[in-house]
């Protein structure tokens, strides 16, 4: 068996150095298209992320309005509750009154 000369081991040395070069050249712009993909997904996140917070922050606002109204009607049929209890009251004391004053 013949031992490969140094010309021979130079030419398959340079074909894999070759052979490197394209690959790397190749993964080099493949890494770039990825990257750039990762890049737009990215920013096409953000936007969404952003979007759903404005949506969210609309919605809050509009049940903290809700319940705000709610709170509302709440005071006011309790008010309306104390002035019916309270008139009760000065009905039930003014009957007393009367009937005090009739049987003197």
């Known amino acids: 068996m013949d031992r490969p000369t140094q010309e021979h081991l130079d030419k398959r040395l340079d074909r894999v150095e ?3 070069k394209d690959l790397r050249s190749e993964m080099g712009s493949e890494i770039k298209d990825l990257r750039s ?3 737009d997904f990215r920013t096409e996140v953000h936007t969404e992320i952003k979007d759903l917070r404005a949506e969210m922050g609309q919605d809050i606002k509009a049940l ?3 319940s ?4 509302d009607a709440i005071q006011r049929t309790m008010t309306q509750g104390v002035i019916t209890l309270s008139a009760a009251f000065i009905a039930g004391f003014a009957a007393l009154v009367g009937l005090i004053a009739t049987q003197l």
């Not at 705000?68 to 709170?71: D, I, N, Y």
């Open 18 to 20: 070759a052979s490197v």
């Open 64 to 66: 903290a309005a809700e």
């Open 68 to 71: 705000g109204a709610r709170l």
């Open 37 to 39: 993909e990762i890049r």
